[in-house]
C-alpha cells in the first residue's frame, strides 16, 4: 500500500455507514484496513437496496460499494471462542479499532475498552455511538435522519420552517466517520509522543452540532434560532438560487464590491433605498431576490452564466449526479476512481477527496485503489497472515 497511512493496521468491526466511511478514509490514506463482518450476512448494508448490481447469484449491494473501498474481509462470530481468539489476534497487530456498537455491547462480548487497551496498550479505539457515550441519553440508537432531526440540522432544512427536509445524503453518519478518522490521525500523531493508545468518542449528534457553523453563533451569542428559509442565505443577499428564463443559476454575492458589479452587469442601481449594504439587502430580502430574478428573466441559464462569469460574479449550475461524474473537473480532481471487483468485474467508483503533493510538486496521491470486498473475501490470507504463514 502507499499513502501516508501505509504503515497502519486497522481493525474495523463497525456496520453501517458512521464507522465503514471511517475506516474507509483510513484506508483511503494506505492504511490496511480489514473490515469483521458477520457470518452469512456481513454488514448490514450488503443488504440495503435495490439497487443490487451483478448476477442474481452473487448481487452486491451499490450501498455496500460506496463505503468500503481499500478494505480486506474476514468473517468472526464475535460469540464463538474460536472467532473471538481470531479477533484478540488481530488487536495484537492493529494500531486502530473501529466500532460502532451501542454502549455496552462490546463489554458485554468481553470486548470492552478497557480489555482491548489491556491487551494492546498502543491501540487507538474509535468509538462512534448514536447521541453519545454518556449523559441522560446516551443509550439511545444512532439513524442518520432521526439524528438529523434531533441535532437541529432538519430545522435549517428545507423551503421554509413549516417544511423540515433531511439533507439527501446520510450526513450526520458520513460527518462523524469523518470526525472520528481526524481523530485517529490525530491520536496516532499523540501515540508517536506517549507511546500510548487512546480512546476516541464521536457521535451523530455530536458531528452535527459540529457544523452548525454560524447558525450555531447566531443562536448562543446573539439569541437568534435559525428557520430553513429555502435556497437563500440567512446572512447575505443576494445569495442562493435565482430563476431564469429556462431555468435557474446559483449565485454568491459576498462582498459588495461584487453587489456593485452584479448590478452594473445588469443595469441594476447598487445604492437603491434598502439595498445599498448588505444588512439592508438581508432585511428585504424578499425584495432583492425579486429585482434580480427581474433582472435575469430574459437570458437563459447558459448565456446568463457566462455573463456572470465575465463580471466576476461567483456562479453555478445545479448539476444532477450523473453530470457530475461526466464532469472533466470532477475526473480532474481524482473523484472517480477504477477498480477490479472479484464478482463485478471493472467498476468505476467515487474517489476520495484528498490529494497529497511531495518535493517539488510531484503528486503522491494513493493510486492503487481495491474494491469492496465480497464477504469473507480475504478471510483465509488473514488467518495465514496471523499465523505467520503471509
Not at 452469512?40 to 448476477?55: E, I, K, L, Q, Y
Not at 450501498?63 to 488481530?90: H, P, Q
Request: aromatic share 6%; with cysteine.
Amino acid at each position: 500500500m502507499s499513502g501516508p497511512l501505509s504503515d497502519i493496521v486497522v481493525v474495523d468491526l463497525s456496520r453501517a455507514l458512521a464507522g465503514p466511511h471511517a475506516g474507509m478514509m483510513l484506508g483511503d490514506l494506505g492504511a490496511r484496513v480489514i473490515k469483521v463482518e458477520a457470518p452469512g450476512h456481513g454488514d448490514d448494508t450488503r443488504g440495503w437496496g435495490p439497487p443490487f448490481v451483478g448476477d442474481p447469484d452473487t448481487l452486491e449491494s451499490t450501498y455496500f460499494l460506496s463505503t468500503n473501498r481499500n478494505k480486506e474481509s474476514i468473517t468472526l462470530d464475535l460469540k464463538a471462542d474460536a472467532d473471538k481468539d481470531v479477533l484478540w489476534r488481530l488487536v495484537d497487530r492493529a494500531d486502530v479499532l473501529i466500532e460502532n456498537f451501542r454502549t455496552g455491547v462490546l463489554d458485554r462480548l468481553g470486548l470492552g475498552i478497557d480489555d482491548l487497551r489491556a491487551r494492546n496498550p498502543r491501540l487507538v479505539v474509535l468509538s462512534i455511538t448514536g447521541f453519545g457515550h454518556d449523559g441522560p441519553e446516551g443509550g439511545r440508537a444512532g439513524y442518520d435522519q432521526i439524528a438529523q432531526g434531533e441535532a437541529g440540522l432538519m430545522s435549517l432544512t428545507g423551503s421554509g420552517p413549516e417544511d423540515p427536509q433531511r439533507v439527501g445524503v446520510p450526513i450526520a453518519d458520513l460527518l462523524s466517520g469523518m470526525y472520528g478518522a481526524y481523530g485517529v490521525v490525530a491520536a496516532l500523531n499523540e501515540r508517536h509522543r506517549t507511546g500510548g493508545g487512546s480512546v476516541v468518542r464521536t457521535s451523530l449528534l455530536a458531528a452535527v452540532v459540529g457544523v452548525h457553523a454560524f447558525q450555531g453563533t447566531r443562536w448562543t451569542v446573539a439569541k437568534e434560532v435559525g428557520r430553513a428559509q429555502g435556497n437563500h442565505h440567512p446572512s447575505i443577499v443576494p445569495y442562493g438560487l435565482f430563476h431564469c428564463r429556462d431555468g435557474s443559476v446559483q449565485i454568491a454575492v459576498g462582498s459588495e464590491a461584487l453587489w456593485r458589479k452584479l448590478c452594473d452587469a445588469f443595469g441594476m442601481d447598487p445604492a437603491v433605498e434598502g439595498m445599498a449594504t448588505n444588512r439592508e439587502r438581508v432585511g428585504n430580502r424578499q425584495r432583492v431576490i425579486e429585482v434580480v430574478e427581474a433582472a435575469f428573466a430574459d437570458w437563459d441559464a447558459e448565456p446568463l452564466l457566462a455573463r456572470l462569469a465575465d463580471a466576476g460574479i461567483p456562479a453555478g449550475k445545479v448539476r444532477t449526479l450523473d453530470e457530475v461524474y461526466a464532469w472533466d473537473q470532477a475526473a480532474s480532481q481524482g473523484l472517480l476512481v477504477d477498480v477490479e471487483h472479484p464478482t463485478l468485474g471493472p467498476l468505476t467508483l467515487p474517489g476520495p477527496p484528498l490529494r497529497f503533493f511531495g518535493d517539488g510538486g510531484a503528486e503522491v496521491t494513493r493510486r492503487d485503489h481495491v474494491a469492496p470486498p465480497t464477504l469473507d473475501q480475504h478471510g483465509a490470507a488473514i488467518r495465514a497472515w496471523l499465523e505467520g504463514d503471509a
